[in-house]
C-alpha cells in the first residue's frame, strides 16, 4: 500500500491563515510584528528564498524591513546594521541570511542578535535554552519537521526517531526537540551520521525517520520499516535533460522506492520546505506578542 503525501504546501497555507487572524488581532491592539531581513551579496537562491519571506510577510500583515547589501559590504557593516535592528522597536525578528560572504565571520553576526528577536533560532542563547527545554524560538526548518508530523496524525510520544544528518541547521535542532518531555515530542532519539557504521541497521529501526544528509538517495526502501513515517528535508538539483532548466529537485530519499513501504512521506519539492518560511512568521508574530506582554 502506497505512502500517505504529506502536502506541506497545504500545511502551510493553513498555518498561514492562521497567523493572518492573529496578526489582525495584533494590528487591533495597536501591534505589528515586524521582521527585518538582511541579504548580503547576489546569491540567486538566497534573493529568490528571501523574496518569497517578503512576499509571505506581505500576505500576513507582517512589517518587512528588508535590506539587500553589496557582497563587499563589511563585517563592521552588517553588524551595525544588526544593532541598529536590535534598538529598533518596530522590529521583532532579525533574519540575516545565510551564507554570508567568506570573509564575513557568520558565528560573529548571529551572536550579535538579540536573542528575543533571534527568530531564525541561531544564536547560542537560544539553541542551549533548546537543549535544556526552556522558551526559545525554535530554528524553522526543524519546527517545520515537527509541525508536519503533529498536523498530519503521527504519534511522536514513545516513537522511534531517527535522525540521518547532524547539522546545527536541522539534525542537532530535531533531534533535540523530540527528545523533549512535552507535547509534540517525548520520543527516543537516535542520531545517525557520516561516521555511522551499518546506518541501515538503525533506520530500519525507526518508527518516525527525519532525512537531512544533504546527499540524493541516502536512504532506500530496504533501509526503511514498513509502516514508518519519512520525512525528506533534503533539496539536491539533479541533471534532467527533459526539463526547461535542465535540472529537477530531488531529496534525500529514493521517494518512488520508500513510499511503497512508508505510512507517511513528505515530497520534494513540496513537504518540509513551504514550512521554513511559514515558522520563521510565526517566530515573528510570537516575539511580536512576547514584546507586548513585557
Not at 94 to 122: M, Y
Not at 250 to 275: N, Q, R, W, Y
Request: proline fraction near 5%; charge should be neutral.
Amino acid at each position: 500500500m502506497a505512502a500517505t503525501i504529506i502536502d506541506g504546501t497545504q500545511v502551510a497555507a493553513q498555518m498561514r491563515e492562521e497567523l493572518k487572524r492573529e496578526v489582525a488581532a495584533l494590528r487591533a491592539k495597536g501591534i505589528v510584528p515586524g521582521l527585518g531581513v538582511i541579504l548580503v551579496g547576489q546569491d540567486p537562491a538566497s534573493a529568490s528564498y528571501v523574496s518569497a519571506k517578503e512576499q509571505a510577510c506581505a500576505e500576513a500583515g507582517i512589517y518587512s524591513d528588508d535590506n539587500r547589501l553589496p557582497a563587499v559590504t563589511s563585517q563592521a557593516e552588517l553588524i551595525a546594521l544588526v544593532e541598529r535592528m536590535n534598538q529598533d522597536p518596530r522590529i521583532h525578528g532579525i533574519l540575516v541570511q545565510l551564507p554570508l560572504p567568506k570573509h564575513i565571520d557568520e558565528d560573529a553576526v548571529i551572536g550579535t542578535i538579540r536573542p528575543e528577536k533571534d527568530v531564525d533560532g541561531f544564536t547560542p542563547i537560544n539553541v542551549g535554552r533548546l537543549v535544556i527545554g526552556q522558551q526559545c524560538f525554535m530554528p524553522c526548518t526543524p519546527h517545520g519537521v515537527v509541525q508536519l508530523l503533529a498536523r498530519s496524525g503521527v504519534q511522536i510520544d514513545g516513537a522511534h526517531v531517527v535522525v540521518v544528518g547532524r547539522s546545527n541547521i536541522v539534525g542537532k535542532p530535531v533531534a533535540n526537540m523530540l527528545l523533549q518531555k512535552q507535547k509534540n515530542a517525548n520520543a527516543t532519539v537516535t542520531i545517525c551520521h557520516t561516521g555511522t557504521r551499518d546506518m541501515a541497521s538503525f533506520t530500519r529501526q525507526a518508527d518516525i525517520l527525519i532525512v537531512a544528509a544533504g546527499r540524493p538517495n541516502t536512504i532506500t526502501a530496504d533501509m526503511v520499516k514498513e509502516g514508518a513515517a519519512v520525512i525528506d528535508v533534503g533539496v539536491n538539483r539533479i541533471e534532467d535533460a527533459t526539463r526547461k532548466s535542465g535540472f529537477r529537485l530531488v531529496g534525500d530519499v529514493d521517494f518512488e522506492g520508500v513510499k511503497a513501504k512508508a505510512s507517511l512521506i513528505t515530497p520534494v519539492p513540496g513537504g518540509v520546505g513551504p514550512m521554513t518560511i511559514t515558522m520563521l512568521m510565526v517566530n515573528t508574530v510570537e516575539s511580536a506578542k512576547r514584546h507586548a506582554a513585557r
